[in-house]
Structure formats: C-alpha cells, structure tokens
C-alpha cells in the first residue's frame, strides 16, 4: 500500500510538472511574470496582494488567481475591488493549487492584457506541487506570530522558495519572534535568498517590496534561479 | 485520472477509520481521555501542551504524542521536559497525522500509566482523515493573528471539530481579529460548541481551559459528541 500511493504521487507529481511547463510558456508568450504567493493562512496573502495592486496599478495591468478550499471568491472580490483582473479557483477542499487549476484559470483571463500575475495559493506549508504551478518566482510569506522556528521546522518549503516575505513585523513587539533567528535559518537552507520583513497593517517596509516587483515587471526577470521546474 | 484519485482517497480514509476504532478501542480499555489537537502552525500547540502538562501534571499522569513533518522531535522534548511521557513521529512530509502512526505511536507509550493523552498534530486545516485517529475530543486551537474570517474560510474543519481554543487574546489591541465576528461563525457551523479563548503568553484565560480538561478526565467524559469515528 504504501508503495502503491507513492507511485500515484509520483505520477500525479510528473503530469503536474508537465502542465506547469506549459503555463510557464504561455506566460512568457504573452510578455506576463507570475508570482505564485505561499503562506499559511493568516499570513496576510490577500492583504499583500490588495496593497500590491493598490500602489502598482496605474504602471501595470495587474492579473490575480485566486486559490480558495471554497466557492465564496471573497478574497478575488478583494483583489478586483483594488484594481486587478481577478479569477476564483475553488480547489474544493485540496489545500494548494496545481499546476491545471491554474492553466485553467489562464485560460478565463486575458492573458494579452497583463503585465503581472499574482497567483494566490491556497496555504499549505509542505505539498512541494505547491511551488510547480509554471509561476516564475515562488514567494512565501511569513509572519511575525507565526514564529521564528519555521525555517527550521519547514526546511523543504524555506529551501524550495525564491523569496520570503516576513509580514507583521509591526507586532514585533509583543511576540516572541527573533529575526536574526528566522533569517539563520533561511540563509543556511537557501544562501542569499531575498528577504522582505514589512508590515500589510502599518505599512513599513512595502515600499521596497513594491520597487521589488516593479523591477520584476519592468526589466522582464523571470527569476535567475528558475527552480520551478528544475525541482 | 480524477476519478482514480478519488477512489484512492476512499479507500485511504475508509482503512484509516478502521484503524481509529481499534485505537479508540486501546484508549477506552486503558482508561485514557484522549485530546487531537489541530492547528495551523504557530497557533500555539506546543506551548498549550507545554502549559496543560505544567498545570496538570501533579493530578494526572500525562502522555503525548507529538506529530511532527521531519525528524526533528524539539516538540516531544519540550512535552518531556515539562513533565509528560513523549513519543515523536515522524510523518516523513506528509501534513497530518493518520491512524495508523497514532496506532504505532500508542504501542510505544506505557498506556495503563497514563490518565491523558495529548495528540499534537501536524498543522492542515483542512485534510479531513486529521480528525479520524481515535481520540475522544477534537481540539481546533486558533490564534487571533490568524484573522477572524477563518470559521467562514474552512467551514468543515470548524463545523468537524468538538472545542476551539482561541490562543493569542494577548494580541487583541494589535490585531484585526473581532471576536463575536469569529464566534458568531462558529456558531453558525457548529452550534454549542466550546470555545476557550486565552493566551499562553500571558496566563490569561489558561485557567478555563486546564479545569475543563482536568473534568473530561476526572469524569471520563469521552466526548458528548462522538464526531471522531461518525464523520
């Protein structure tokens, strides 16, 4: 039995990696960098994405996928009330998007028209298909309360990421959060990973991670490591 | 190909429930009021745990099994530590415990030593086959950054489980978390149910929650509702 499933995996995995290369052509095709968002739910996924959408949209036409367990489509409402072009995949009940969900989900958006995709993920930690969806930079995004031993207690996440975002970090005051200690472990699991601490509510820190993206969308970078699909 | 991946989930979660009944079955003939604790990671779990053992360990004798995705074990320790008999497993990646490493778990632990066991799971909200291990009472520990809007995003994991532990109330001043919002939709999924809203940093609340569970013991009071093997 447990070889049986591991082979399913296997094959699931392979077919997946399969349909994240065609995206990733299709995106590239239409001139599009796709930042696929990773967090635990809570971390402040939509409210980032919200803020992004906010401070980008009058340089950038701005397109959003939206993964939720559900059909409510509240966070894709989010998204399109701050200026983006939004779709809902309702993944029901599986805890992360695959790579299908969201070759269909490209297929509803106009594709010719966007210059930035936001692909929200749903908020699972540890499924590595998480991160092949044909998305040119994968962004994880953690949170001050959440605590500074994730890096070491997620290694596979932390080392598999192109960027982390450290969100929160307005409540640093009152949690038990080391920074130094968080951004050890992420540097001895992924040397030179980008690391963006800032605060969605307060609001420190976003301007840099604006710039980030902006320079993303503005010289082309579809991600100097590319681990997407060689992983 | 969906087709197939459904059938296997079938028949994973259908042996899964056959093994919870033998473990419930091991846990009733050695007098053990079990508690499965679900979270997403950085909710609290281990300083909940760390906190009941504390509390309770002059009253009761205390085990607990400590789900964990890598082989790291800091959380069986720091159940050690503070006073309980502590088993590691190891789920090799995968996001939730299942019945059978419970199973595996419990035949490592001195069961006619034991008064209460603590089951510290993995940290998916969402898998289902995480509230079918054989365990008396079903535990949703949430945490007040995590958002309020979580009742109405994972409605089954709400409406699936036996008490909800609202940690972080510490944080109140500092978050967007409204706490009749929250509890108005756990009511709305599951109502009745036991909500203990308290903090592990400050002590606050803590109180409620270690008399409740001292009671389920002293009473062996097994869960009024039963979910655990209906669901």
Same mark, same amino acid.
């Given at each position: ?6 082979? &399913?995996?296997?094959? &699931?995995? !392979? *077919? ?32 980032? #994405?919200?803020? *992004? =959408? !906010?401070?980008?949209? %009058? ?25 983006? #072009?939004?779709?809902?995949? %309702? ?11 969201? !070759? ?14 936001? =692909? ?14 044909? $998305? ?7 949170? *001050? ?30 949690? $038990? ?41 503005? *010289?082309?970078?579809?991600?100097? !490591? ?6």
């Amino acid at each position: 039995m447990p070889v049986k499933t591991i082979q &399913v995996s296997e094959n &699931v995995l !392979r *077919t997946n990696r399969q349909i994240a290369q065609q995206n990733r052509a299709g995106l590239d095709a239409a001139g599009i960098v796709a930042l696929n968002l990773i967090a635990l739910p809570g971390a402040g996924k939509t409210s980032l #994405i919200e803020q *992004t =959408i !906010r401070s980008l949209r %009058n340089r950038m036409r701005i397109g959003v996928i939206n993964g939720d367990t559900s059909a409510a489509g509240m966070d894709a409402e989010r998204a399109e009330k701050a200026g983006a #072009i939004a779709v809902h995949v %309702n993944t029901a009940g599986k805890c992360h998007l695959v790579a299908g969900m969201v !070759r269909d989900a490209m297929a509803r958006l106009p594709l010719q028209d966007i210059d930035l995709l936001l =692909i929200e993920n749903v908020g699972s930690m540890i499924c590595p298909s998480s991160r092949q969806l044909g $998305s040119h930079w994968n962004v994880l995004i953690a949170s *001050t309360p959440e605590g500074h031993d994730k890096p070491y207690k997620f290694p596979r996440m932390y080392g598999g990421v192109d960027a982390v975002v450290i969100n929160k970090i307005d409540l640093l005051p009152y949690v $038990s959060f080391d920074l130094n200690y968080f951004k050890g472990g992420v540097e001895a699991l992924n040397r030179g990973l980008l690391t963006f601490p800032l605060s969605c509510f307060s609001g420190l820190g976003l301007v840099t991670w604006f710039d980030w993206v902006e320079s993303m969308v503005a *010289t082309g970078d579809r991600g100097f !490591r590319q681990r997407v699909l060689a992983s």
